[in-house]
């Protein structure tokens, strides 16, 4: 337990910290799924999007002016934005303020690259005239004290700090990974090196970079003006940003471990669902008797708009027409009519109709579900309406005819696979 002296230096570090979230990615791997929505806004844990577990460790943490850079397909994320984190007070400079990709340096580009999105927004960070800048990506599951991270910031008098997580070696192959010293200085910085650097003392592990960084706002602008001035650069954190001042500058790695929340049980929790296994993967977390990942914390609630619906509903109990869900998260708007439904998530206003059956799968919004369908390792888009009698899931070869299967046998359905994009929302 921290002393009040510790909150106090941690709350005064978080005051005067602005965040920027980067949530501009499409996400690609996510196929369909990102057809028509960036990353971050797709819906995730039966409520919620992605963006908003970054969006609520800002506001949990403490740190209250908050950016979100956006550009590809935002409309979904705008408006979900606008409805659901318009709650924080301006009087008291309180703000989720959107960032869109405005042209604002040169007329003829979009943000260019990671570092480019938060050097296009300079001018208004120098507004609020703040401390710290944390830059962080919005399509990430995990809970997070910033407050923590920022303080071992200070401590450390660094010129920047990465959040690292600890990773089997043979899988920091896909990261940014940090050679440290015994002090948690990064001494080297490689993106997705062949042969990773490993943690002092433990050969077989690896720190990886998370994409959630802190700088001294005077360093940060400063090497995003000298970026934008040398020629060839990727405009990236990643590719250019880090690698150049690590050998220069005071750089520490943060663990993950050190400041994450609720995680007391288990390993700390954090997920890249970036592909539609590790989408569907991540949502089946959800269903376990106590999943790694605590949406029931209230010391740590995670926000996110909630349309005004009544309650699920469960109805018929007749032998062989019995509406129940069973090791399953079922919100609300939704109707169980006369079907079974096995460890599944159901998002708002789904429509289960009799005589059929969900098993291992995750329904998203205002979805119809006809009589007698069999749904099995599905992910079913928004807004589609699956005709009576249909089976999904249980023959690969007759699903890739008509929609995408996953390596890992997934098969994702959207509206426009069935010929219903018209009627679509996101």
């Not at 501009?24 to 799924?33: F, K, N, P």
């Not at 040169?106 to 944390?134: K, S």
């Not at 049980?265 to 790694?292: C, L, S």
């Amino acid at each position: 337990m921290r002393d009040q002296s510790d909150w106090r230096f941690i709350s005064h570090l978080t005051r005067n910290t602005f965040a920027i979230i980067l949530a501009g990615g499409r996400g690609s791997r996510l196929r369909q799924l990102t057809d028509f929505r960036t990353k971050p806004a797709v819906p995730f844990a039966g409520k919620f999007r992605i963006l908003d577990f970054t969006l609520s460790n800002c506001v949990n943490s403490g740190i209250r002016k908050i950016g979100v850079a956006t550009q590809y397909k935002a409309h979904s994320l705008i408006r979900h934005i606008q409805r659901g984190w318009s709650f924080l007070d301006g009087r008291f400079d309180e703000f989720i303020q959107l960032l869109p990709a405005q042209q604002q340096i040169d007329e003829t580009q979009w943000y260019q690259g990671t570092a480019d999105a938060v050097f296009q927004n300079m001018h208004f960070l120098r507004r609020y005239n703040p401390d710290h800048v944390l830059i962080v990506a919005g399509d990430h599951i995990y809970k997070m004290d910033y407050g923590r991270m920022l303080a071992f910031h200070a401590k450390h008098h660094a010129d920047m700090t990465v959040a690292c997580i600890d990773v089997p070696i043979d899988e920091a192959r896909e990261f940014g990974v940090m050679g440290v010293d015994d002090d948690h200085r990064v001494v080297d910085f490689l993106e997705k090196p062949q042969n990773p650097p490993s943690i002092p003392g433990h050969p077989d592990r690896a720190l990886a970079s998370m994409g959630v960084y802190v700088f001294n706002a005077k360093f940060l602008f400063e090497q995003l003006e000298r970026d934008a001035l040398t020629k060839g650069s990727n405009r990236d954190f990643g590719k250019d940003i880090i690698p150049h001042i690590v050998p220069r500058y005071r750089i520490f790695a943060h663990r993950f471990a050190d400041s994450c929340v609720g995680s007391d049980q288990h390993q700390p929790y954090w997920r890249d669902v970036g592909t539609i296994d590790a989408y569907w993967e991540a949502n089946m977390e959800m269903t376990k008797v106590t999943p790694e990942l605590n949406l029931y914390d209230k010391e740590w609630p995670i926000w996110t708009y909630q349309e005004q619906l009544p309650p699920a509903k469960f109805v018929f109990d007749d032998e062989g027409r019995r509406g129940f869900a069973v090791d399953s998260l079922v919100s609300g708007g939704c109707i169980i009519s006369g079907a079974e439904v096995k460890r599944s998530l159901l998002f708002s206003n789904v429509q289960v109709h009799s005589w059929s059956s969900v098993e291992d799968s995750v329904i998203l919004p205002s979805v119809d579900i006809g009589r007698h369908s069999v749904l099995k390792r599905c992910v079913i888009d928004k807004h589609c309406r699956i005709p009576e009698g249909t089976t999904i899931g249980v023959d690969p070869e007759a699903d890739r005819q008509r929609f995408n299967v996953s390596p890992k046998g997934i098969t994702l359905v959207t509206a426009e696979m069935l010929g219903q994009g018209a009627a679509r929302g996101h």
